[in-house]
C-alpha cells in the first residue's frame, strides 16, 4: 500500500500550429491596441483633471 498521492501518467506534448494571421490581420490589431491604449490615457488625464478641478484652490490652503 502506497501512503503517498498517485502518480497520474503524462500525456505527451501535442504540437499544434496555431492561427498564422496575415499582414493586414496584424496591422488592425496594432491599430487596435494602440487605440485602446490611447483611449485609457485620455481616461487617465481626464481622471486626474476632473480631481484636480474638484480639489480646486484648497490645495494651497493645507497645513504643512
Do not use: C
Request: positive net charge; proline residues 6%.
Amino acid at each position: 500500500m502506497n501512503a503517498g498521492p498517485e502518480e497520474k501518467p503524462v500525456a505527451p506534448p501535442v504540437e499544434l500550429e496555431g492561427i498564422r494571421l496575415t499582414e493586414a490581420q496584424l496591422r488592425r490589431r496594432r491599430a487596435r491596441s494602440i487605440a485602446i491604449g490611447l483611449s485609457l490615457g485620455a481616461l487617465v488625464i481626464l481622471f486626474w483633471a476632473v480631481t484636480i478641478v474638484r480639489m480646486g484652490g484648497n490645495v494651497l490652503n493645507r497645513t504643512l
